[in-house]
Nanobody, 120 residues
């Protein structure tokens, strides 16, 4: 059983930065892991994913050049460095482990989410 726990959310002004962390327990070496987000009244959407071997990150177009996904070497913590934040980045951010695709239904394990609020 894999458990994921996010941290690092908060309130920041537009143009600011936050770093989210996701700590994993249990073995999931066969999964990729990444970040999704969900704003009020909107569907959950893909943000970024790290490949299974951790050598490449893939990003949604709306965060390219602003967000960076990474993990530690033993694959126990996943990070999302978020720079130049915009009010439209306001959402609950979820860590997930699964296929590595852009589709949330292909992810088996989810954290509880962490709130990110960007004020203008």
């Amino acid at each position: 059983q894999v458990q994921l726990l996010e941290s690092g959310g908060g309130v920041v002004q537009a143009g600011g930065s936050l770093r989210l962390s996701c700590t994993a327990s249990g073995s999931f070496s066969t999964y990729a892991w990444g970040w999704f987000r969900q704003a009020p009244g909107r569907e959950r959407e893909f943000v970024a994913v790290l490949s299974r071997i951790g050598d490449a990150g893939y990003y949604a177009d709306f965060v390219k050049g602003r967000f960076d996904i990474s993990s530690d070497n033993d694959k126990t913590t996943l990070y999302l460095q978020m720079n130049d934040l915009k009010p439209e980045d306001t959402a609950v951010y979820y860590c997930a482990a699964g296929s590595g695709s852009y589709y949330s239904y292909e992810y088996k394990y989810w954290g509880q989410g962490t709130q990110v609020t960007v004020s203008s």
